[in-house]
């Protein structure tokens, strides 16, 4: 903790899928609040998740790290996509209530979240990172209509190893939209030994593309 910062506390927030829980890395004064979901094979701990709740607070935008209830609750698989916009509602529709500017995001699964959610939920804007655009391998399973159906800004962060589909294959995106493409990184951002980008490095790229955009969106 820092000045520009404040301790870290835990909520558990009742939803119709059952408790979710918000980890805040709360700014000592925020312009905005960063709610960030995992995705469906791993929990906030996940490398960017946790580099942007490290980071961001001293920068004035708070981070709020959602477990889903299915994480909550011990359970090892990922529930259906509707049961997991079902137990992210209520916690973004908490976080926008309490001010000040919400942003949604998150990662992979947790992106397509934000995505489907995020105006309902009265956020500013969508940062979806490691967006799965197509499961891997089958590229002709596009969700290009999930992730330009946001209605808000959207920032998203993509690695250019990335199984579920590198910057390339990402479709022309509206002037709304920005795309962060990373050089190197697969859809956990894990760097290669032989890249010329060490594994910090990369995780800065990613702090940097999402606070700037953050900050200039609020």
């Known amino acids: 903790m820092t000045a520009d910062t404040a301790p870290v506390t835990r909520e558990l927030v009742p939803t119709p899928a059952g408790d979710a829980r918000i980890t805040l890395h709360p700014a000592a004064a925020p312009r905005a609040v960063l709610a960030l979901g995992h995705g469906a094979g791993g929990g906030i701990e996940a490398r960017d998740l946790a580099a942007l709740a490290a980071a961001l607070p001293a ?4 981070v709020a790290l959602v477990e889903q209830p299915w994480r909550v609750a011990g359970k090892k698989v990922a529930p259906a996509p509707r049961t997991l916009d079902t137990g992210w509602t209520p916690v973004a529709e908490r976080l926008a209530a309490a001010g000040p500017p919400l942003v949604v995001g998150g990662r992979s699964a947790g992106a397509r979240v934000a995505c489907r959610t995020g105006a309902a939920t009265g956020a500013a804007g969508v940062v979806a990172l490691a967006f799965p655009l197509h499961p891997p391998g089958k590229p002709e399973r596009s969700r290009a209509e999930e ?7 959207t920032l998203v962060v993509q690695g250019a190893a990335d199984p579920f589909g590198g910057p390339a294959e990402f479709p022309e995106l509206p002037a709304s939209y920005e ?3 990373l050089e190197y990184g697969n859809h956990g951002f894990e760097v290669p030994k032989r890249a010329p980008v060490g594994q910090e490095e990369l995780l800065e790229l990613i702090v940097a593309a999402v606070g700037d955009w953050v900050l200039r969106l609020v």
Do not use: D, I, Q, W
């Open 147 to 153: 992730l330009l159906g946001t209605g808000l800004p």
């Open 179 to 181: 795309l962060a493409a």
């Open 59 to 62: 920068r004035g935008v708070s």
